[in-house]
């Protein structure tokens, strides 16, 4: 089985402008969480897709939205871009709602973002 | 105070050596624990998942769980230059639907 990828996998952005990440799960997976990696915060939550709903979401602002498409694949999208936003983003998939417990999330190698 | 605690490391063990890795948290409310590890330009991978106070083992790994104290940790025994990596706990509760994870330990094993 595949596992779970993210396009592109570097991206260098200048601020103001505004980026879309993708996001494919494995497949059967319902569940896609996109997470932001920074070595201050570390691992912070941003929002959890299931079903093309919006199950739950972190303290992030506005700008960062995210989609979920009829087949499970995902989008996260970051308008106004600011030079705190520089991070890796990491995509995961699970087949049911990840913090159900005995549910086990699937990352993908992330996408690394620089905002300049 | 931060929901989890993690002392980022980095931390250096020559090969063959016992690791700790700990993490505290405060809210009672975390129901699960889990380790996950994360390598260099890669995505975090889940180690090991426990629910109740205790040690639970696999392999080399061992996570021990102490709900009274609100602390986990991750034990690996005889450690190789192929754990080097970095290693987050992580917390879980149906009430907020959300994972919380600690910051992350980076370790490194020299051979």
């Known amino acids: 089985k595949a596992g779970v990828t993210q396009t592109p996998r570097y991206l260098i952005k200048t601020r103001g402008q505004q980026v879309t990440l993708s996001c494919s799960p494995i497949?059967?997976?319902?569940?896609v969480s996109w997470y932001q990696q920074t070595p201050g915060q570390g691992l912070q939550f941003l929002f959890e897709?299931?079903?093309?709903?919006?199950?739950n979401k972190g303290n992030f602002p506005g700008r960062f939205s995210g989609r979920q498409f009829s087949n499970s694949r995902s989008e996260m999208n970051v308008s106004t871009l600011e030079l705190g936003d520089s991070a890796l983003y990491l995509c995961?998939?699970?087949?049911?709602?990840?913090?159900?417990?005995?549910?086990?999330?699937?990352f993908g190698p992330g996408t690394r973002l620089l905002v300049l | 105070q931060k929901e989890v605690e993690q002392d980022p490391g980095p931390l250096s063990v020559p090969e063959g050596a016992i690791v700790s890795l700990n993490c505290t948290y405060s809210?009672?409310?975390?129901?699960?624990f889990m380790w996950y590890r994360q390598y260099s330009r890669k995505g975090p991978e889940l180690l090991m998942y426990t629910y109740s106070s205790g040690n639970k083992e696999d392999g080399r790994f061992t996570a021990q769980v102490d709900k009274s104290s609100k602390y986990i940790s991750l034990f690996i025994r005889d450690s190789q230059p192929s754990d080097s990596a970095t290693y987050l706990c992580a917390f879980g509760s149906s009430n907020t639907g959300k994972l919380i994870f600690g910051q992350g330990t980076t370790l490194q094993v020299k051979p």
């Open positions: 809210n009672s409310a975390f129901q699960y």
């Open positions: 995961a998939s699970s087949p049911g709602l990840a913090a159900t417990p005995g549910e086990t999330q699937y």
């Open positions: 897709y299931f079903s093309e709903t919006q199950r």
């Open positions: 497949s059967g997976h319902r569940s």
